[in-house]
Each structure stands twice: as C-alpha cells, then as structure tokens.
C-alpha cells in the first residue's frame, strides 16, 4: 500500500455540507489535488448526510485517475438522524452488521473494490472491540479494508480496543488553538503504540472566530510571517507539522490556490522560540 499523502484532502465540504459542488467541479478539484500530489482522500459516510461519497465516487470515476494511485479514507459508526436516514436519534453502532454495511455502502458509493483506510468516527460507551476485530478481520481478508483506525479516541479507549485488535491511526483534532492531545497523553501513547496521527481542523479556530486568543497569536503569529515569508495558515500549519508524532493535517479547503498554500508549509522549519511564543500566546500564559 503506498503511503498516505502528507497533507490530506478532507472533503466533508465538497457536497451539500458546504460547496455543493458539481460533478464536474468536483471532478477538477480531485484533478488539481493529485496533481500537486495530494493523493489521499478523508470521508466520512454520515458526509452530505450520507450523499458526499457518492457524489465523490462519480467524479474520481469520470477522472480517470487510477485507483491505485490515490488513497480513500472513510468512516462509519455514527447513525446520524437525516433525509437518508430517519431515525428517532443520533447514536453510535459499532454492531457487525452495522460495520458492514457501512463499509459496503461506501465502497459502492466510492465505486471501489478497497478501502486504504478506516476509521471508526467516533468512541461509543457500548463499543465492544471484540466484535470490531472480528468483523475487520473478516472485511481485511475479503480485501474491501486495508487497514483499521479510530478517530477522537482518548488514549483509554485506544488501549481498549487495542486489546482486540490493532489499530493503525487515529484522527483527533489537534491544533495550535486546540493542543491539548499534545498535553494529556494521547499523541505520547500513539506514539509509543506506533499509532499515526492525522489532525481534523488543523488550523484550529483561528480563523472562525475573533476570540481573545486569536487576538493574542494574531500579535504573534503576524511578526512571524514576515520571518518565515509565509501566509498565517502555512504558519499554523507548520506549527503543527512540527511536533515529532508526524501528524497528518486533514485539511478541508476546496480552494486550489489553499491546497499548494498547504503543501508548501511542510517546508516551512520553526524555531523552537518561535514555537514556543505561539504555543504561549494561544494559552494566555506562560508554561509551568
């Protein structure tokens, strides 16, 4: 299997949760990624209330790209009260029919014969890893599942389910506004267990919200451009590249011109004062 892509395109946007995109915008939008040499694709199926893959799926087909030259990330465990599926509440369901059909429907969806990756979306309190292990070991030998993640798992959860079977990442948000995985353990046990770490929002709140915290890295982070003549988001990008877990940004623009922007911040190397300064500013206070 070839690695995932450095950066990674999530596309929780692409459909009716963002840009409705047509097929053919799309289309050239999975042609512009692989072309900068994004080649790895984060879903979800509860994406575009469970339309996005298959919208997707149309659009990778008509690319002519080949399938092996890209990598498809998806996600299953949440039943999400929708159009497509009305249910009387939101839950989890990690049953092994539940995970089966779920990985069924994104492969059709998908229109491929293999998912690289997937993650279960996320921890349910009725989780029981003994079923999830056997019904991935099932899915792995048919082929139709390479490899088994978790995503917004706490370190107890991971070494729960770890107990039943291995697990190959996690996706977790993670941030300079929101660090706290690099602080409670989580990213020290990845590590440890050999885990990978792809970070969802990866540039945290800072450009969602004019909070104070924003006001305080903006006085930081600004200087700092100048330094690294880089953009803002290349910044709290490479700040995150940074820490030695490797983490794997998720990155969610449909802008062509932001993807590059994203590629290029793998270059970008941060003094550890410069790291520090930002890492303070977001807290508010200095480290103990």
């Not at 984060?42 to 575009?48: C, K, L, R, S, V």
């Not at 011109?257 to 300064?277: G, H, N, P, T, V």
Request: charged share 20%.
């Amino acid at each position: 299997m070839k690695p995932f892509s450095r950066i990674i395109s999530g596309t929780m946007t692409w459909g009716s949760w963002g840009s409705h995109f047509s097929t053919k915008k799309m289309r050239a939008l999975i042609e512009e990624a692989t072309s900068l040499g994004i080649s790895t694709f984060d879903h979800a199926d509860i994406y575009g209330g469970y339309t996005t893959e298959k919208e997707f799926g149309i659009a990778f087909k008509e690319s002519g790209i080949p399938r092996e030259n890209v990598q498809f990330i998806t996600k299953c465990g949440i039943q999400m009260p929708c159009e497509e599926r009305p249910l009387p509440v939101k839950h989890y369901d990690y049953s092994a029919s539940h995970i089966r059909m779920s990985v069924e429907n994104s492969l059709l969806k998908l229109q491929t014969d293999y998912i690289d990756l997937l993650l279960l979306h996320r921890p349910s309190p009725l989780i029981d890893g003994a079923i999830v292990a056997e019904e991935f070991q099932k899915l792995q030998k048919e082929g139709k599942v390479k490899q088994l993640g978790v995503s917004n798992f706490t370190s107890s959860q991971m070494q729960l389910l770890q107990k039943e079977v291995s697990i190959n990442w996690n996706q977790l948000e993670c941030s300079l506004t929101y660090e706290i995985p690099m602080f409670d353990g989580t990213l020290d046990h990845m590590k440890y267990q050999n885990i990978g770490a792809m970070a969802w929002s990866p540039l945290g709140s800072y450009f969602k919200e004019n909070s104070i915290q924003k006001q305080r890295i903006q006085k930081v982070i600004v200087p700092l451009c100048n330094k690294y003549n880089c953009s803002e988001d290349q910044l709290l990008l490479a700040w995150l590249i940074c820490n030695p877990s490797k983490i794997y940004p998720v990155v969610g623009t449909t802008s062509v011109k932001r993807m590059k922007k994203s590629i290029e911040a793998i270059d970008i190397k941060i003094d550890i004062i410069d790291w520090f300064l930002l890492l303070e500013a977001s807290m508010g206070k200095p480290l103990p």
